[in-house]
């Protein structure tokens, strides 16, 4: 199953293709999309979404998943944040991807086995679960996680199902 991450950011929005096969985590490319501080902001979410849209067509993955947005002291932050994490969705949901969305301490959980660890903890962690990746930029490493992250949940659904289905058909 090919994964894309992504770490919605209206400065940086990071995102980050793995594919599980089986146990194993391959990475097959990471980035950021970027916008322009001097743009309005209906230019910037434009970008980001063509950007996403445009590594969605490149790479081609099956499922998507989304970091949730923190709130921000400043609310006016935090109501760009969310406006971002709007076109982030919309992007994978128009290409017909089931999207999933963890929170920040949802996925340091499942990638670092703690849910408070910091930045470094993490990268360190995306690059010993794939130790081939070329990271580029702190946040595609923080996509690559989130993408990690719904990886490790997925196989677990489908460890379930299955198992559901055993028991089921000993009945």
Avoid at 56 to 64: F, G, M
Avoid at 77 to 97: D, E, F, H, M, W
Avoid at 118 to 147: C, S
């Amino acid at each position: 199953m090919r994964i894309i991450g992504l770490d919605p950011g209206l400065q940086r929005t990071g995102w980050g293709v793995i594919e599980a096969v089986g146990s194993r985590l391959v990475p097959i490319a990471n980035g950021v999309v970027t916008s322009n501080a001097a743009d309005e902001l209906s230019v910037r979410l434009r970008h980001i979404f063509e950007g996403v849209q445009a590594v969605l067509a490149t790479h081609a993955p099956d499922a998507a998943a989304v970091e949730e947005t923190f709130v921000n002291k400043n609310p006016t932050s935090t109501l760009k944040l969310g406006q971002v994490r709007g076109v982030v969705l919309l992007a994978p949901a128009l290409a017909g991807l089931s999207v999933a969305e963890y929170t920040p301490n949802h996925i340091k959980k499942s990638v670092v086995g703690a849910g408070h660890a910091d930045k470094g903890q993490i990268h360190h962690m995306v690059k010993v679960l794939l130790p081939t990746v070329q990271v580029n930029g702190a946040d595609a490493a923080d996509a690559l996680a989130v993408a990690i992250c719904h990886a490790h949940h997925a196989a677990s659904d489908r460890a379930l199902a299955r198992g559901l289905m055993l028991a089921g058909a000993r009945r």
